[in-house]
């Protein structure tokens, strides 16, 4: 899929923010991760759930400008364009959806 590269700046934007809530939970603060698309399990580390979707930003960072942005990480389909729109992070189609590439 191509990226539409007006869904760059938001993909920054949202990298920017969870690495600044990544520093501050460092530093010992609590912070709220309503910001995250996925819902946090009970007893869930933040910071590792932080590092987790900081990791899946910079990979679709990584592959803005190749063929592989937009496509699952794990079947290689393309992802719906609405879906991209709203989440330009997505990584997985909803058959992966919530299971990691090896």
């Keep these: 899929m191509l990226a539409n590269q007006t869904w760059k ?18 530093w010992g ?40 942005y937009g496509r699952c990480e794990i079947c290689g389909v393309d992802l719906e364009r609405r879906s991209m729109e709203q989440q330009p992070w997505l990584a997985s189609c909803p058959a992966h959806a919530g299971r990691w590439a090896s």
């Design 29 to 68: 603060k609590d912070v709220d991760l309503a910001c995250l698309p996925a819902p946090a399990s009970a007893g869930e580390d933040p910071e590792l759930r932080l590092r987790s979707f900081l990791e899946r930003i910079d990979r679709a960072i990584q592959a803005f400008d190749t063929d592989q």
């Design 9 to 26: 700046p938001p993909l920054l934007r949202k990298g920017k923010e969870v690495a600044e809530l990544l520093e501050a939970v460092l």
